[in-house]
């Protein structure tokens, strides 16, 4: 059974810094594409930043320099490292995983989804 966790949430001031990480099991971690996706209160879903199994990333126009995503697969975890924070950030944070191992921005592209953490930037 693959389970997908996020932890590392929670409400930060503008211009600080948060770390998520997203914990997997069940997979075989190091040839799934990961993505981060937010989904912001009486917004869609959307996609935040991504890396293939090979390590290559792809972020959103509007995090670009601002938020890091990494994955470490000794540890099966993915991470999202944020700095910046702007109060547009405040969202719910998904991680998902893609047996294609490609990274990809299309949430219907990804076969597994983690429960989500919430992230609140406050001014």
């Known amino acids: 059974q693959v389970q997908l966790v996020e932890s590392g949430g929670g409400l930060v001031q503008a211009g600080g810094s948060l770390r998520l990480s997203c914990a997997a099991s069940?997979?075989?971690?190091?040839?799934?594409?990961m993505g981060w996706f937010r989904r912001a209160p009486g917004k869609e879903r959307v996609f935040v930043a991504g890396?293939?199994?090979?390590?290559?990333?792809y972020y959103a126009d509007s995090v670009k320099g601002r938020f890091t995503i990494s994955r470490d697969n000794a540890k099966n975890t993915v991470y999202l490292q944020m700095n910046s924070l702007k109060l547009e950030d405040t969202a719910a944070y998904f991680c998902?995983?893609?047996?294609?191992?490609?990274?990809?921005?299309?949430?219907?592209?990804?076969?597994?989804w983690g429960q989500g953490t919430q992230v609140t930037v406050s001014s």
């Open positions: 890396i293939n199994w090979r390590d290559s990333t």
């Open positions: 069940g997979l075989t971690f190091s040839g799934y594409g």
């Open positions: 998902a995983a893609d047996a294609s191992g490609a990274t990809r921005t299309a949430a219907m592209s990804y076969h597994y």
